[in-house]
């Protein structure tokens, strides 16, 4: 059996599901990236796929550096189908591509508002429709509730990812008085007396200073989140060039959603008929036009071949520099030499 053999045999049994057994990607749960790459001085790259044209320049991007990587679907309950449609197209651009390097996908963050009994119940609908698509990590946003709604929601939601051992993110709660790390440390106790398998703790980029970054604080969110066997990801991280994404690896974040120029190239790959009303629906509704653009786009008329191939070469330019920066090259060859080994299955 290859080394490539012996990845596929991991592939959660969703992935299977969705792909079918005779495809030849490496789509994983990050748990298993986590745990080969644990001692490499990297974090996981996570990159939003804004429009599903940038897909083969993300992927170039990640043979070029021989990178892990992970997708991410920022709204993936825009509509019932979105979900299929994100992981079918991963797939198909990753089939056409040869693509063998180990990917993982992520659906969200989901907006938690509240705990009403409606509210959850639809995400958790949600949930399962993500799951049977085909995600291996789902991220949740619970920075509009308290500790306790945070730690309530939680497990009233996790159990599409229970049952199929999948990968759950949330962000903190609120932030009270006692400050972020506070915060985290309040969820990750709770939520660790529910039992909830949690895998990674997503705090933005804004949480973490004005300006520039707070070393102190992340380190010591670093430690908090580590404290209880979970990995820090931040996310957000927009602000500079990807050459800074290093001094996260340097802290010891595990995972890095980075948003970088993405919605911009995307955006400015229609012509501005097009555009301009994406720009100013954005607007109204108070989101990046690019994260609406991802949204609306099997509505917009296709891309031409030459702006479909301008957005594939930035792309590819762009996701180049962040995987560098976030330390994961050769990280592809690294985690499944780990994973083929006899007991490499982290499961």
């Not at 790259?45 to 320049?57: E, R, W």
């Not at 979105?82 to 197209?89: L, Q």
């Not at 993500?130 to 995600?135: I, L, Q, S």
């Not at 792309?315 to 592809?332: I, K, N, Q, Y």
């Given at each position: 059996?290859?080394?490539?053999?012996?990845?596929?045999?991991?592939?959660?049994?969703?992935?299977?599901?969705?792909?079918?057994?005779?495809?030849?990607?490496?789509?994983?749960?990050?748990?298993?990236?986590?745990?080969?790459?644990?001692?490499?001085?990297?974090?996981?790259?996570?990159?939003?796929?804004?429009?599903?044209?940038?897909?083969?320049?993300?992927l170039?991007?990640?043979?070029?550096?021989?990178?892990?990587?992970?997708?991410?679907?920022?709204?993936?309950?825009?509509?019932?189908g979105?979900?299929?449609?994100?992981?079918?197209?991963v797939?198909?651009?990753?089939?056409?591509?040869?693509?063998?390097?180990?990917?993982?996908?992520?659906?969200?963050?989901?907006?938690?508002?509240?705990?009403d009994?409606?509210?959850?119940?639809?995400?958790?609908?949600?949930?399962?429709?993500?799951?049977?698509?085909?995600?291996?990590?789902?991220?949740?946003?619970?920075?509009?509730?308290?500790?306790?709604?945070?730690?309530?929601?939680?497990?009233?939601?996790?159990?599409?990812?229970?049952?199929?051992?999948?990968?759950?993110?949330?962000?903190?709660?609120?932030?009270?008085?006692?400050?972020?790390?506070?915060?985290?440390?309040?969820?990750?106790?709770?939520?660790s007396?529910?039992?909830?398998?949690?895998?990674?703790?997503?705090?933005?980029?804004?949480?973490?200073?004005?300006?520039?970054?707070?070393?102190?604080?992340?380190?010591?969110?670093?430690?908090?989140?580590?404290?209880?066997?979970?990995?820090?990801?931040?996310?957000?991280?927009?602000?500079?060039?990807?050459?800074?994404?290093?001094?996260?690896?340097?802290?010891?974040?595990?995972?890095?959603?980075?948003?970088?120029?993405?919605?911009p190239?995307?955006?400015?790959?229609?012509?501005?008929?097009?555009?301009?009303?994406?720009?100013?629906?954005?607007?109204?509704?108070?989101?990046?036009?690019?994260?609406?653009?991802?949204?609306?786009?099997?509505?917009?008329?296709?891309?031409?071949?030459?702006?479909?191939?301008?957005?594939?070469?930035l792309?590819?330019?762009?996701?180049?520099?962040?995987?560098?920066?976030?330390?994961?090259?050769?990280?592809?060859s690294v985690?499944?030499a780990?994973?083929?080994?006899?007991?490499?299955?982290?499961?």
């Open positions: 059996m290859s080394v490539l053999d012996k990845v596929l045999s991991l592939r959660p049994g969703n992935v299977v599901a969705r792909v079918g057994p005779g495809s030849r990607v490496p789509l994983l749960d990050p748990r298993e990236l986590l745990g080969a790459l644990e001692s490499t001085p990297m974090a996981l790259p996570c990159l939003p796929v804004l429009s599903k044209g940038a897909l083969p320049g993300l170039g991007a990640a043979r070029a550096e021989d990178s892990v990587l992970g997708l991410c679907c920022p709204h993936p309950l825009a509509d019932r979105a979900p299929e449609r994100f992981v079918r197209a797939h198909a651009a990753a089939q056409e591509a040869e693509h063998t390097r180990p990917l993982f996908l992520q659906a969200g963050p989901l907006r938690v508002a509240s705990t009994a409606d509210v959850l119940d639809a995400l958790q609908d949600g949930i399962f429709r993500v799951v049977d698509a085909g995600f291996a990590l789902v991220s949740l946003d619970l920075s509009r509730l308290t500790s306790y709604e945070a730690v309530e929601a939680v497990n009233a939601l996790v159990g599409p990812l229970k049952e199929r051992e999948l990968s759950l993110e949330v962000s903190p709660p609120q932030v009270s008085a006692g400050g972020l790390v506070d915060a985290c440390a309040t969820l990750l106790e709770g939520l007396q529910w039992q909830v398998p949690l895998r990674l703790l997503r705090v933005s980029e804004a949480q973490l200073g004005e300006g520039e970054v707070d070393v102190e604080l992340l380190r010591r969110v670093v430690e908090t989140a580590s404290g209880k066997g979970v990995a820090l990801a931040v996310a957000d991280a927009s602000a500079g060039p990807a050459r800074a994404l290093s001094s996260y690896v340097a802290v010891g974040v595990r995972k890095v959603e980075w948003r970088g120029p993405f919605g190239l995307a955006l400015r790959a229609w012509p501005p008929e097009v555009r301009e009303p994406v720009v100013a629906r954005a607007q109204a509704a108070g989101m990046p036009a690019g994260e609406l653009l991802s949204v609306l786009e099997e509505g917009l008329p296709p891309l031409t071949p030459a702006a479909r191939e301008t957005l594939e070469a792309s590819f330019a762009e996701a180049t520099e962040a995987l560098a920066a976030l330390g994961a090259h050769r990280s592809a985690a499944m780990f994973l083929a080994k006899p007991g490499g299955d982290l499961g």
